[in-house]
């Protein structure tokens, strides 16, 4: 008999650890539009499965919350059975020994109260609410519900040209999305099952690459009919483009000097540069229904009053400029600036120069991210990116945070600023900070921070920029009568704003700051629904034919991320730092596509709407 | 042209032709459950897997196209596994109450089961749904036989464009039922019963009503009376594997008569009855545009008639407000034949033998009863019923001796009996209002451009200088395409006839059910051969038609005419469907 012995590892362990991994991918896969109530059911057998036996809650407790459910599943239990399941998990939470039984409990708790209704059509009427109603998981995710399958499928087959006029069905910024959309298709890709979501935005963007200039489709007769769109962003120019091909005729107001919004003043061109933007933004202009104004401000140059009656009807997708301020003494000093203000020079072409100057930027999201890596393109000595939270708590993809570090900027978590110093100039010196520790989650499921016991700290600098997030200057609108909810401008979910007949809103001044693919969306929305109230029903379509999906083994595969240049020569400059697939990477990946439009629920309910 | 192997046999298909397809041209039929050519290739059974060489995964044949060199093996070993696998996963869940179940020896379950040997001893234990269906109505729903193919939700989306029925549920909860949470009797359904007539097994049929037919016929107090549907003469043989010669409508009155029926008759003479009433309408509305919105709909499918008030009810005035022919045979025989017999109508039981589901619902409307008080027809039997009642009596009709239809009600012209196939109402129409106009007969087949099976048809037509433009639709889609582009003004037309079963009732919802083939087109055939045959080509030229007019009702559009030979379709409610907000 040893006194010790080292541990090893079944195999039964390893394999059931393997599954765990196989699992956690596939909750990540799961699609939307599942009964919560058998999902939660199902999790409880997997929480029931980890019990150690000991404890009656646990032990015995788990098991009959899972008879409980499954009798309202079968729709044989009643009202009381509901409450019986949130008393069983209420005891079960408050007398179980250890986290297995408390949180497990806990969860059956958060849905018998979160989806009560689900519950209550299961007892009630023998029914689920639940409804697969977009079977395709990526193009359900797509805000602008592209035909990511079909246009996968068209990159597989070498057709990018019809790639790009698939895309432009849904999203008129093929370009601009493959280089910078969230891509929140890529969250529960099918094949993550397998091993790891397909890279979605990488083969739109080696079809935009590859598909030379694509003709836009014709524009429906003339209507006759003007519609004028406030906001020459991804939204605006969404619904210009829409309206236009129904044959409407749009003026464009943009209050800057040139269209594009948040993707000309807000994203650096070393994320997308100017040229293809202005590939994108010249394609919709190409229609010749829209004409643009650039220049001229609603709400100042011209009241929203007045257009209204100019026009038949009117889209607001103003964005949302305005920067928001840190609150705490010294900001006023010169050199603390928004990340607004430095981005919107830089997209005029107006880069500051910080050579020799130590720059700290203020914030954890992709504007933050910006402003990081574009301040180290300035020429700044130091670049320091200070955040209140950890760095995995930070909103920023996280691959762009992994550029910045790389291109050699600092990121220092866990500081909350105090206050801003400033030399006998007025020049800001340096930025206090207070350390921070990790505390208790908040709402938004992220730890909290609060005050360390450890003393301020100074970070001497030259510049600042604020970088903690925008607001819409939603007064001159709101002062004519648009409503406003919680600083955005409240639009139904058809872009309608109440009480203003004919005034459809959408984008980041209604959802507050969010992602292109969003804005986008939107346009997309309100262009189909200004059409109806037009009174008309164009139908926009692609027209292209999708190639016929083959059926074919399932082997792992690695999935294609897209490389940036190296650090060292990319933080110098503002050219475009990610590198496209190779042909032979584009080949690869989108033949990992599961072609989700085809197999599984697609061939039954219809994996594509091929007009809208 | 693509070149493989099947089985090792060499095989040369077209491009993209499925494996099934291919397979069966070479002989081979792949089984499968839940694949309808062209509606339903879902690949949801897994019955008609196949392996193809160097390929891991076994692939369905029905949603696989062939491919130059392929090497499909359709009885491998891991096939013929996976095949007897999936058929017992599917019997796990399925009641398997054969002896009780009007589908046995007409089942594609029962079928694969017994031919893939499965005797006993699943080894799956069973996992029956709960079943909750309203039983009282006229689509009979039973969700421990239902094998979630899915051709019923195809069939009522693909075809008839009705969404009647969805997938509710997800996971292995997910069951069929009326879609947006709804009762069946609550919903839109027109009762075409299609979703019947596709569904592989006996999860879909219709409620039976056999009972009440032989307890009215055990009742000495009751006369009974049946009168048997155009469609039904071309198409209730099938289930006796007889010929259409041998399945004549003599033997037909025959058999219903030793059933025990005491008066055996012929809808076609309400047919002849229903022509002369519509033309007479047709020909008023004619006289007298303006009071009217063109152009008039025949009323003779109850299908439709639910159609049209549930999805565009306000087009429901330009009904033809002339009962179907069942229905005004059923006021007639309760009314003049009563009266003729000097029989109390309330001692009269009317059974209608239909190829229809929908005249179950039709026979139980509220003002459907105009003769008496009391329903007109009382009950209404699919011809699956009629011949349930065959067997269950152990006769064997082709044995039966040849007997006509009773006088003087069992008189049809050819014109009647083309109320079956699609196109042949309003050619019936024609015919009777060609003469009614002119004085005199047209050629018999004057008409004969508005038949075929084109889902939506139109034709003009000149009747003394007067150019009518008519349209014939059957199929509901095909009709929502036709309503839908009569309401845009991008059709106009002064006479529609509408059925609701694709290709009118010789596919209705209420005849034999064959799995893999459809015989509308040979039933259609076999009327229209009737009608050559027939010596009287015309309503107008019915005698007994004409007597029962000259007796009873006059004239067409007459005051008892209006009263018991025709219906007011605002008097009862149909549910309205959510298609009706959705495209109107």
Redesign the interface.
Same mark, same amino acid.
């Given at each position: 008999m040893s006194r010790l012995s080292i541990r090893t590892k079944v195999q039964s362990q390893a394999v059931v650890e393997g599954l765990y991994k196989d699992v956690e991918r596939r909750i990540a896969a799961s699609p939307p &539009? +599942? /009964?919560p109530v *058998? @999902?939660a059911a =199902?999790f409880l057998k997997l929480c029931h499965a980890q019990t150690c036996g000991k404890c009656v809650p646990c032990r015995i407790g788990l098991g009959q919350l899972g008879n409980l459910m499954e009798m309202v #599943? %079968? &729709?044989?239990g009643d009202e009381e059975t509901v409450d019986l399941i949130e008393k069983t998990a209420r005891v079960i939470k408050n007398s179980a020994d250890c986290a297995i039984g408390v949180e497990a409990a806990d969860m059956v708790l958060k849905g018998v109260i979160g989806f009560r209704d689900d519950y209550l059509?299961h007892v009630r009427?023998? %029914? /689920? #609410?639940? =409804? +697969?109603n977009q079977p395709v998981p990526c193009v359900a995710l797509c805000p602008a519900g592209v035909d990511i399958p079909g246009y996968i499928a068209l990159v597989h087959a070498g057709r990018y040209a019809d790639a790009i006029r698939l895309i432009r069905k849904d999203n008129p910024f093929p370009t601009t999305c493959g280089l910078i959309c969230e891509h929140p298709c890529e969250a529960r890709c099918r094949r993550s099952m397998i091993d790891s979501p397909v890279n979605i935005r990488g083969l739109k963007r080696y079809a935009a690459d590859h598909a030379g200039e694509v003709p836009v489709p014709e524009c429906a007769k003339s209507t006759g009919k003007s519609v004028a769109v406030i906001g020459g962003g991804p939204g605006g120019l969404s619904a210009a483009y829409y309206l236009a091909l129904m044959g409407h005729s749009v003026t464009v107001f943009e209050q800057r000097k040139e269209a594009g919004g948040m993707l000309r003043y807000g994203i650096p061109s070393y994320r997308l540069p100017r040229k293809l933007l202005d590939s994108d933004i010249n394609a919709i202009l190409s229609t010749g229904n829209i004409e643009l104004v650039t220049g001229k401000q609603i709400g100042k140059d011209e009241t929203l009053t007045d257009i209204r009656k100019r026009f038949d009807a009117v889209f607001i997708s103003i964005g949302a400029h305005t920067d928001k301020k840190l609150g705490i003494p010294g900001e006023d000093s010169r050199g603390v600036i928004s990340a607004v203000e430095l981005l919107r020079a830089i997209g005029n072409g107006e880069k500051p120069d910080f050579t020799g100057k130590n720059v700290v930027i203020v914030g954890g999201g992709n504007v933050a991210m910006d402003c990081t890596r574009s301040a180290r393109r300035l020429g700044a000595d130091r670049v320091t990116c200070v955040y209140r939270r950890r760095k995995a708590d930070m909103t920023a993809l996280p691959e762009e945070v992994e550029s910045a570090v790389a291109e050699g900027c600092e990121i220092a978590e866990m500081l909350s600023p105090v206050r801003i110093e400033a030399d006998a100039e007025g020049n800001a010196a340096g930025l206090v900070v207070q350390p921070q520790i990790t505390g208790p989650f908040d709402r938004s499921g992220r730890p909290r921070p609060v005050n360390a016991d450890a003393p301020e700290r100074l970070i001497p600098c030259d510049i600042i920029i604020i970088a903690i997030g925008q607001g819409i200057e939603s007064r001159p609108f709101e002062e004519e009568g648009v409503r406003v909810v919680r600083g955005s401008f409240g639009a139904s979910d058809n872009g309608s704003i109440l009480e203003m007949d004919g005034v459809f809103a959408g984008g980041d001044c209604v959802t507050g700051p969010a992602t292109v693919i969003r804005a986008i969306g939107a346009g997309k929305v309100a262009a189909a629904n200004i059409d109806e109230y037009l009174g008309f029903h164009h139908v926009i379509e692609a027209g292209v034919d999708i190639p =016929?999906p !083959? @059926?074919? *083994? +399932?082997p792992a595969y690695g999935r294609v991320n897209l490389a940036e240049r190296e650090a060292a020569e990319r933080q110098c400059d503002f050219e475009l730092t990610e590198c496209g697939m190779s042909p032979e990477e584009a080949l690869q990946e989108s033949g990992r596509c599961l072609r989700c439009d085809h197999f599984g629920y697609g !061939?039954?309910?219809g994996g594509r709407e091929h007009v809208w | 042209m693509v070149n493989l192997t099947i089985d090792r046999i060499p095989v040369t298909a077209q491009e993209g032709t499925t494996i099934m397809e291919a397979a069966a041209l070479a002989g081979i039929p792949i089984p499968h459950l839940c694949y309808l050519k062209g509606i339903n290739e879902i690949a949801a059974c897994r019955v008609c897997v196949v392996e193809v060489e160097g390929t891991e995964r076994l692939l369905p044949a029905c949603d696989n196209v062939v491919l130059e060199g392929m090497s499909v093996l359709t009885n491998s070993p891991r096939v013929r596994e996976a095949r007897r696998t999936n058929v017992e996963l599917l019997m796990s869940q399925h009641s398997g109450e054969c002896m009780s179940c009007v589908r046995s020896g007409n089942c594609s379950l029962q079928t694969i089961a017994n031919d893939l040997n499965i005797l006993d001893g699943n080894p799956f234990p069973k996992d029956l749904p709960v079943d909750r269906w309203d039983k009282e109505a006229p689509l009979f729903r039973d969700s421990t036989k239902c094998i979630k193919c899915m051709r019923c939700v195809n069939i009522c989306d693909k075809v008839q464009d009705m969404h009647i029925w969805d997938v509710e549920g997800t996971g292995g909860h997910t069951n069929v039922n009326v879609s947006l949470g709804r009762e069946i009797m609550n919903s839109d359904c027109t009762f075409c019963g299609q979703c019947i007539i596709n569904c592989p097994t006996g999860a879909l049929r219709e409620r039976d009503d056999t009972a009440k037919v032989w307890r009215a016929l055990a009742d000495p107090s009751k006369t009974t009376v049946v009168q048997v549907a155009p469609a039904v003469r071309s198409a209730w043989g099938e289930a006796f594997g007889m010929t259409t010669e041998e399945a004549s409508e003599q033997r037909l009155a025959a058999a219903l008569r030793r059933l025990g029926f005491d008066y055996v008759f012929d809808t076609n003479f309400a047919a002849d009855m229903t022509i002369m009433e519509e033309a007479g309408e047709f020909l008023e509305q004619l006289t007298h545009p303006e009071n009217h919105t063109f152009p008039m709909f025949t009323s003779c499918c109850p299908g439709w008639v639910r159609f049209l008030k549930g999805q565009f009810p306000e087009m429901t005035g330009q009904l033809s407000t002339t009962k179907s022919p069942h229905q005004m045979f059923g006021a007639t025989i309760k009314t003049y034949f009563a009266e003729l017999k000097g029989i109390d109508p309330h001692d009269i039981f009317v059974v209608s033998i239909m190829p229809c589901l929908a005249k179950k619902a039709e026979c139980a409307e509220p003002n459907q009863n105009d003769a008496c008080g009391d329903p007109d027809v009382d009950v209404v039997l699919t011809t699956r019923e009629m011949n349930r009642m065959f067997r269950a009596d152990h006769l064997i009709p082709g044995l039966l001796k040849e007997t006509p239809f009773d006088a003087p009600l069992g008189i049809a012209s050819g014109a009647g009996q083309i109320f079956g196939v699609t196109g042949g109402v309003m050619e019936a129409a024609l015919r009777t209002a060609y003469y009614a106009v002119t004085g005199t007969n047209p050629e018999p087949d004057a008409f004969r451009e508005v038949r075929g099976f084109d889902g939506w048809k139109e034709s003009v037509f000149e009747i003394q200088g007067k150019q009518l433009k008519v349209a014939v639709a059957s199929g509901l889609g095909n009709t929502r395409k036709l309503i839908t582009a009569l309401k845009k003004g991008e059709v106009q037309y002064d006479f529609v006839e509408i059925m609701a079963c694709p290709g009118g009732c010789s596919n209705g919802g209420g005849l034999p059910i064959h799995e893999g083939f459809n015989l509308t087109p040979e039933r259609a055939a076999a009327l229209y051969k009737l009608d050559l045959n027939n010596p009287i080509r015309f309503s107008h030229e019915n005698p007994g038609v004409q007597e029962i007019y000259d007796n009873y009702f006059e004239k067409p559009l007459s005051e008892k005419a209006e009263l018991l030979l025709h219906t007011d379709h605002f008097g009862w409610e149909m549910p309205a469907g959510p298609n009706h907000q959705r495209k109107a």
């Open positions: &539009g +599942l /009964c *058998d @999902m =199902s #599943l %079968r &729709g044989d059509e009427h023998h %029914r /689920c #609410l639940a =409804s +697969l =016929s !083959v @059926m074919k *083994d +399932l !061939v039954f309910k | -």
